[in-house]
C-alpha cells in the first residue's frame, strides 16, 4: 500500500473553456496553463506520481513538450497511471479538494467521478471530490483562479 498527496494550482484567464475533472464546465473563464489547466486532474496526477516516489508534474511533463502544450489533461493522466500499473500497483482510492468560489463544484460531482473512473479504473464510489470555499479570503476567494489537493492510495497487486 503506499500513498501520495498532490497540490495544483491556476489562474483563471478568458476565452478559454474551463475543465475540471475532465468534465467541460460553463463559466465564463477558463483555467490557464500549458495543458487545459485541469487543475483537479493536476492535483490526481501529483499525488500518484507521489505515492510512488517517481518526482512532480513537471519531471515527467515539460512545458516545451509539445505532447504537453495543449494536451487533455485527462490523456496526460492515462499516462500516469500506465506509469503505475507498469510498476504493479493500481488505484484503491482517491480524495479530493477543489478550492474556491465558483464554480460550485457539487453539482458536477457525478460528471467528474464519471469521467475519471475508467481512467483510474477505479470505481466512482472510491473517487471522492469535495469542495470548500476560501471564504472570499486571498486569490481564491477573489475569484482569480482555482486550487485542488488529491490523496491517493495504491494497492500493490502482488499483495
Ligand atoms: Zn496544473
Redesign the pocket.
Known sequence: MRIGQGF?A?PFVGGRPLILGGVLVAHPKGLD?DSD?D?LT?AIMDALLGALALGD?GTWFRADDPTVHGARSTDLLMRVMAMVRERGYSVAQVDTTVIGEKPKVRPLVPSIRDALSPILMAAPEDISIKATTTDQMGWLGREEGLAALALVQLQNHND
Open positions: 495544483d491556476h496553463g489547466g487543475v493536476h508534474l
